[in-house]
């Protein structure tokens, strides 16, 4: 059976992100997407050989986060540049996450890698905030269940904490 079949996985918006963004090669090429590159040359430079960066640059197409768009220099032939989409755009926070806990759990000796800046000018951090735009602390954060997992429980007729086996919802 697909694990992602399972409820606790289909019903779950973690899971299927991981189903884009579940390879390291992806998020390193978003990653230099947002520093600026485009073309496969200088996303090779990051020493992903080149038979999976042709295939994760196409998954990352196929996905929607990024856009092939054709280029052509004087005198040469037309190529491909890839651009990120609003999909892809939308991952910075995910990216923003990924090197506070970096920079956290995982520091370098030299300072951070990456650095997130409003404007160019202040450096910025992600956290939490209620509907009214208040600050809230992490360890005041829990995660829950969401409507179409219990949904699908309910489809299914169980109850959430009832038996969730191989056999739930398939």
Not at 8 to 26: E, F, S
Not at 82 to 106: C, F, K, N, Q
Not at 136 to 151: E, K, L, M, S, W
Request: aromatic share 6%; with cysteine; glycine share 10%.
């Amino acid at each position: 059976m697909d694990a992602m079949s399972l409820p606790a996985n289909r019903h779950c918006p973690i899971a299927r992100t991981l189903a884009v963004l579940g390879q390291k090669w992806n998020l390193l090429l978003l990653r230099e997407a947002f520093l600026g590159r485009t073309r496969f040359a200088e996303f090779q430079r990051i020493g992903i050989p080149n038979a999976t960066l042709g295939q994760r640059l196409n998954d990352l197409v196929g996905a929607g986060l990024l856009e092939r768009v054709t280029y052509q220099e004087e005198g040469e032939r037309s190529r491909e540049e890839y651009v990120l989409t609003d999909a892809g755009r939308d991952v910075l926070p995910i990216l923003a996450a990924l090197s506070e806990w970096g920079d956290r759990h995982r520091p370098q000796e030299t300072g951070r890698g990456v650095i997130y800046m409003a404007d160019g000018e202040r450096p910025v951090h992600l956290e939490f905030r209620d509907p009214d735009g208040e600050p809230v602390p992490q360890d005041a954060v829990t995660i829950i269940r969401g409507p179409a997992y219990h949904a699908a429980l309910a489809a299914a007729g169980r109850s959430p904490d009832g038996d969730l086996g191989a056999d739930a919802l398939s």
